[in-house]
């Protein structure tokens, strides 16, 4: 009998271990923010962070004239641009401290195009930084093209031009900066290295970019019409060993945006819904794409992050676009906004990048000026070995959310570029 009690006790005892287990693990996770400055200008973003920690983005200089490509490494801002022109990184440094950069050139471009999308109307080739050192990337035989993202091999994804005009390159059509000045076609493409290989597009797509690639190799990106266009992103679409896949829609004709993906060959962005009245959040996996939804009150969602763990970052938005940046996984969704500690004194916008660590980067709305700046997020507690679980819904009147600024709302209107292919809501 005696035996028999301290079996139960044991049992008990575990029982009640293991309920703390998961009780611990089901408590909202905090976060510490830091907000990461600018170059003096009053505008930056963070737009990737690596697992090393490095974080990648851009600042305007003071006079907020000029854009420059940026790297945070232990809380300080490094500008990789180049005197009097524009650049930024939109994509994380690789393991290897090589990253993709949009930068201009001095020399106009002859076909009069704003590739870079600065309002300059200059060259823009595609470029790979590395230790101070910027490498140009060869294109299909036109003037420009972007280098999006470069893997732990050395292997860059983005999009060049040929030498092809583009016939459905219709100025008035145009939604994005780019567009108007348009004239040649743009390809899919993976860099290997330096040499540019052709990714094929959609049967009947005369134009396709790669926004993102893997360490295997698993490049994801669009397939449509004229880059910054309403018909650009017609169907999103995986490469795996050089064949296109269309991995589906959430119900729209158009705005079938990837845009990130991870190790596991998962594939998070945004698709407009039956209707194409508004887009909402996605994940792919195993041949399947869901619809991530949006947080209460909100119409718009976009995913841009996705890390090996499968956390899900991105932007939910109300239909005046006033945006907080969201948190989900395994089915959960949560406002980042009522999970970081007091004192921080920013409102989380967006997530743009999240690495094996839990860190996530991105923009958030500095309360005391009304400007955007880059920030770094760190889990203030993580289960021991492993990413932080998502949290619970925490209550949304933890934090007021604010009505933006006009200038903040743009901002995200252009990352979020593809909402104006949307017919308005009523």
Not at 88 to 106: D, K, M, Q, T, W
Not at 168 to 177: A, G, H, L, M
Not at 240 to 247: C, E, L, P, R, V
Request: with cysteine.
């Amino acid at each position: 009998m005696q035996k028999l009690t301290r079996v139960a006790l044991m049992i008990l005892l575990m029982a009640a271990l293991m309920s703390l287990q998961l009780n611990g693990q089901s408590r909202s996770q905090a976060y510490t923010v830091i907000d990461l400055g600018t170059l003096g200008g009053t505008l930056s973003s963070a737009e990737g962070i690596s697992n090393k920690g490095w974080v990648a983005g851009y600042s305007t200089l003071p006079g907020d004239t000029i854009t420059h490509a940026s790297l945070w490494q232990n809380d300080v801002i490094i500008d990789l641009g180049r005197p009097g022109l524009n650049s930024l990184i939109a994509y994380p440094f690789n393991e290897r401290g090589e990253a993709a950069i949009h930068s201009e050139v001095s020399v106009p471009d002859p076909l009069g195009e704003d590739f870079c999308g600065f309002g300059t109307q200059l060259g823009c080739p595609p470029f790979i930084w590395q230790e101070g050192v910027l490498s140009q990337l060869p294109t299909l035989g036109g003037n420009n093209g972007h280098a999006n993202q470069v893997n732990n091999r050395g292997e860059v994804a983005g999009v060049a031009e040929n030498t092809t005009p583009d016939a459905t390159c219709v100025p008035q059509e145009c939604v994005e900066n780019i567009c108007p000045f348009q004239v040649l076609e743009t390809e899919p493409v993976v860099w290997e290295s330096g040499h540019i290989r052709k990714l094929p597009t959609l049967p009947g797509d005369p134009d396709g970019e790669v926004l993102a690639i893997n360490d295997n190799g698993q490049v994801t990106g669009t397939s449509g019409q004229c880059i910054g266009s309403a018909n650009e992103a017609l169907h999103a679409v995986l490469w795996q060993n050089g064949t296109a896949i269309d991995i589906g829609n959430l119900g729209g004709t158009t705005n079938n945006h990837p845009q990130y993906i991870n190790n596991q060959g998962e594939v998070v962005g945004y698709s407009n819904l039956p209707g194409d009245e508004t887009n909402h959040a996605f994940l792919w996996q195993k041949g399947l794409m869901t619809d991530l939804g949006t947080l209460p009150g909100d119409l718009f969602s976009f995913a841009e992050a996705i890390n090996d763990a499968g956390q899900v970052g991105g932007f939910s938005c109300d239909r005046n676009f006033d945006c907080r940046a969201f948190l989900s996984q395994n089915g959960a969704i949560a406002d980042v906004n009522n999970l970081i500690l007091p004192g921080s004194g920013l409102y989380l916008l967006d997530i743009l990048s999240i690495n094996s660590r839990g860190e996530i980067v991105g923009d958030a709305l500095e309360i005391s000026t009304g400007e955007a700046h880059g920030y770094l997020a760190i889990p203030a507690r993580k289960a021991a070995g492993s990413v932080a679980a998502v949290p619970e819904v925490a209550d949304s009147s933890q934090l007021q959310k604010p009505t933006l600024p006009a200038e903040v709302r743009m901002l995200l209107r252009k990352r979020a570029g593809r909402y104006n292919h949307l017919r308005p809501a009523n």
